[in-house]
């Protein structure tokens, strides 16, 4: 008996119905970052593992990644994610990159995890970027193609929420010189959502190691929406914080207000509440953090996220680059349209099925294909007479066609097409020169 393959674990394989609908759910992806002015870009799947050992985070680096060594005795490794690529990229064509540089780009990465729900080992992401920007602009247009998407997916604003916040605040709120401490802690507040509260307290317990650091984090968390309609003087006093810290402090609070106006100014506000306890699980996160939660009770989890990364560019090159962006995973996106029934929400191409009469026709069938698809209609031809009619009707059922165009020796000669409606059990007939339209407008 021949061997059973099976796709690699944590893979998938798209059949065509499958990569119908991913390829809706990319094109949308498209169509809304080109209304934005960003431009796509592509690089090669395997990048040197040096890449990443400096510019990841030590869980992909030492737990995820696929890396081997090639035949020329260089160590690559397939990308996890395309952050570094995106950095090593920009910095390489300085004078080709003209800023404020908009790019996106739609590919598949590879981590070596356990596939879980909402988590596979090959996953496809969208990833877009604005690089040569800072300001509360910059940082408010990249939630407005956040939101924009959820919306072009046909999402309501109550079927999700961004949460935003900044990874400068909980440092200058801390105010703790151990920066490995504060990593730590920062990571703990990541995983909060993940843990029951007992493990939380627990462990933030051990990590703090004094009470007074440990009910300062929990003033920290107590933070919420309505913070940002305080004074932010009246905050930095409050923390009894002087001199720089209190300054950098208020920077960061006046900045996210001044993010928050500019989405209300757009419309996008409703969607975006603040959360102090997005902090993102990166390193080299440097400012604004946020991330796209799915409302669903079923499904309370984060879709996708992303933030502002000051610095990593500045490790390619000879100076700092201001960046902000993020990404967007199939796998959770897939499991949010399928909870709020949006995947059928997409737009059905025009399409339909051409039948053979005879064998005679074949010729004729073809050229109607051919003037049909040269007017944008979709035609899946019959090759093929079958000694019953009736078989081809049934193929185009079974295959999801609601019409089904006939061409017989008579409709040849006169110039027409007997179009029939699968869902009525309807039939009239058609001009070719009027066929497409009228299929177009149904």
């Known amino acids: 008996m021949a061997a ?6 944590g893979t998938r394989d798209f059949y065509p119905a499958e990569m119908e609908f991913r390829n809706w759910m990319f094109q949308t992806q498209r169509e809304v970052c080109e209304r934005y002015g960003y431009g796509e870009y592509q690089a090669p799947v395997l990048e040197s593992t040096d890449l990443y050992r400096a ?3 030590e869980e992909i680096v030492n737990e995820q990644l696929y890396t081997f060594t090639d035949r020329g005795d260089r160590e690559v490794s397939i990308r996890p994610e395309m952050t570094p690529t995106l950095a090593r990229m920009a910095v390489d064509r300085p004078a080709s990159c003209l800023l404020p540089l908009r790019w996106f780009s739609i590919a598949n990465f590879m981590r070596y995890e356990r596939p879980g729900r909402g988590r596979l080992r090959e996953f496809y992401q969208l990833n877009v970027d604005l690089l040569g920007a ?10 407005m193609i956040a939101v924009d998407l959820m919306r072009a997916y046909g999402a309501s604003d109550d079927m999700f929420v961004v949460r935003i916040s900044d990874r400068r605040l909980l440092d200058l709120w801390i105010g703790i010189d151990d920066r490995e401490k504060l990593r730590r802690i ?3 507040i990541d995983k909060k959502e993940k843990i029951t509260e007992e493990a939380f307290a627990e462990e933030l317990a051990k990590e703090c190691e004094d009470p007074e650091l440990e009910s300062r984090v929990r003033s920290f968390l107590a933070m919420d929406n309505a913070s940002l309609d305080r004074d932010p003087d009246e905050i930095v006093a409050h923390l009894k ?3 720089q810290k209190a300054d950098d402090l208020l920077a960061v609070l006046n900045h996210l207000i001044a993010v928050r106006l500019l989405l209300r100014k757009s419309g996008h506000e409703a969607a975006v509440l603040f959360d102090p306890a997005i ?3 990166f390193d080299y996160y440097t400012g604004l953090v946020f991330e796209i939660y799915d409302t669903n009770p079923e499904n309370r989890r984060a879709i996708f996220g992303g933030g502002r990364y000051d610095r990593l560019l500045g490790q390619f090159g000879k100076e700092d680059i ?3 962006g993020f990404g967007m995973g199939d796998v959770t996106l897939e499991h949010f349209l399928e909870g709020h029934g949006l995947e059928s929400s997409r737009t059905v191409s025009h399409r339909a099925f051409l039948t053979l009469m005879n064998n005679d ?3 004729e069938t073809l050229k109607l294909a051919s003037e049909l698809r040269s007017e944008g209609v979709h035609i899946e031809a019959s090759l093929e007479a079958t000694k019953k009619f009736g078989k081809q009707f049934e193929l185009a059922e079974k295959k999801g066609f609601r019409y089904v165009l006939i061409l017989g020796e008579d409709e040849a000669k006169a110039g027409t097409v007997i179009i029939k409606d699968l869902q009525t059990g309807s039939q009239h007939a058609e001009t070719r020169h009027t066929v497409a339209d009228y299929l177009k407008k149904r």
């Open 4 to 9: 059973k393959f099976r796709p690699y674990p």
């Open 186 to 188: 920062g990571r703990l």
């Open 322 to 324: 201001p960046a902000v």
């Open 55 to 57: 510019k990841s985070s």
């Open 279 to 281: 902090v993102r699980g």
């Open 134 to 143: 800072k300001g509360p602009g910059a940082d408010a247009e990249i939630l």
């Open 361 to 363: 026709l074949l010729g």
């Open 241 to 243: 914080l002087e001199g």
